[in-house]
């Protein structure tokens, strides 16, 4: 698995969001463009396949938010891609590091545990743009 910057036209690389396809009218290019002017953002790849990306957002040096789209149908790669994404997390400084999951699609969820992260508040409603609710896990480096 190749590990790039993330670049705001690789989610056009995309050809899915993973079973998330709801999320494609919601990411506004803009916004994304200035968020990750801030922070760690990368870019998967296995060969010239976009496999996902993801990033770390910093909101102050002791806390950051992960973010992450992954592209569906890519199980035979999911080892090498959750290898890549471990060592950004591990990477990191930041003592807590958060992570907004949609509780109704179970592999984000599932994934979110590998990654080691722990449920802090089951549901928040209303917290995706959507109006979906979302689970906050955390991650917990020292501190």
Request: charged residues 20%.
């Amino acid at each position: 698995m190749r590990t790039e910057e993330f670049r705001v036209e690789d989610l056009d690389r995309l050809k899915n969001f993973g079973g998330q396809e709801y999320l494609v009218p919601l990411v506004d290019r803009g916004q994304l463009a200035t968020a990750i002017q801030l922070g760690a953002h990368y870019s998967f790849w296995s060969g010239d396949d976009l496999v996902g990306c993801a990033g770390i957002i910093p909101v102050h040096e002791w806390r950051a938010v992960t973010w992450a789209l992954l592209q569906q149908g890519e199980t035979r790669r999911f080892a090498g891609l959750h290898r890549a994404v471990s060592a950004v997390l591990r990477a990191q400084s930041y003592p807590r590091i958060e992570a907004y999951v949609d509780p109704a699609f179970a592999p984000a969820m599932r994934w979110t545990a590998m990654l080691g992260f722990e449920i802090e508040t089951a549901f928040k409603p209303f917290w995706f743009p959507d109006g979906r609710g979302a689970a906050e896990w955390v991650l917990y480096r020292g501190g």
